[in-house]
Structures are given as C-alpha cells and as structure tokens.
C-alpha cells in the first residue's frame, strides 16, 4: 500500500471515529453551528483577543484553540505586533472558535463556553486562570461572556475581507486616526 492509501485511509479512520462520537449511531448529534461572521469581527474577535490571546495560552501555535491578532501573536512573524488584524488572523480564529462549537448538541454544552466558565458556574477546568485562581470568566452574566454566548446562537457566512477591512477601519477612527 502506497503512502498516500495511508494517508487516506487513515483520514478516513479519523472521520468515522469522530462522527461515531456523540449518539453512538455514528452520527455527530448537534448541529454545526455557523454563527455570523460579521458580529465575530467586530464583538467576539476582540474579546478572545483581550481574554485569550496571551502568548502562553491561546497563542501557541501548538494550541489547538488558537487565537492571533494584533497585540498578540502574529500569524505570520514579519507582521509588526501592532498592524491591524488582516483576513487570515480572523479567519483562523474564527474557525478555531467554531470548531469549539461543535462539541455539543447544546451550544450552552460547547468547550467554548465552558471551558472559560469557574467552575461553580458550571465551566469545565481550565488552565487559563489568574494569579487568584479566578477564570476568564466569573459567571454566565459576565459581559464578555455574553458576547460570546450570544455569537455561538447566530446564523451566517464566516469573516469576510471586506468586514475585517470596515472593522480595521472603524477602529481607527474610535482612535482618532486616519482611516488606513
């Protein structure tokens, strides 16, 4: 058997057995959610940015929840910290977030709101927590949480060039600069 059947063949291993999980009948038991890419750049993003995007969190790249983006981790290295989010960064993150969605038949169930969830609100553990052993988010009210909660219960397309163009360019205006 050549490499390629390998490789297929594992592949095609891998994708029965992750659709096998859930029911047990070898169907995926939720539906695959696809929340608004619009509403992700311009709420969600910057909130997994401020919350998650840390350098020894979701920035590794080995992380499979990972977050890039200006202030953080770059998806390419000659990006300068500081430049704007461009396609790319947006796009990874939101399908790393959308893949944290679909763990569950019931988005409330998904790791993405769990994981970051203390555990007395019902999260899951979590190694993301401050030097007070506090997660990223106290209860199911907080704020932030909220932005993403209310995200995972939309409908749409993923991020669009064009909508990460209009919130690079929105943002520089909230900071009194020139629109790029």
């Known amino acids: 058997m050549s490499v390629k059947s390998y490789a297929s063949l594992a592949l095609a291993v891998t994708c ?9 009948s070898g169907e995926y038991s939720g539906a695959l959610p696809s929340p608004d890419g619009a509403r992700f750049v311009t709420d969600v ?4 940015l401020r919350d998650c995007g840390f350098v020894d969190c979701h920035g590794k790249a080995e992380r499979f929840f990972r977050i890039v983006g200006p202030g953080r981790v770059r998806l390419d290295a000659s990006t300068k910290p500081d430049d704007p989010a461009n396609l790319a960064e947006v796009q990874l993150t939101y399908q790393r977030a959308l893949s944290m969605l679909s763990s569950s038949a019931n988005i409330d169930d998904t790791l993405l709101l769990r994981k970051p969830l203390e555990l007395g609100a019902g999260g899951q553990g979590h190694k993301g927590v401050d030097d007070l052993g506090r997660n990223v988010f106290a ?26 163009a209009a919130a690079v360019a929105a943002a520089a205006v909230d900071q009194g600069e020139a629109a790029p």
């Open 45 to 48: 993003y910057p909130v997994l």
């Open 139 to 164: 209860s199911v009210t907080d704020p932030s949480y909220l932005v993403l909660r209310t995200w995972a219960r939309t409908s749409g397309a993923p991020p669009t060039a064009a909508q990460v």
């Open 16 to 24: 029965s057995s992750v659709l096998a999980c859930g029911t047990g």
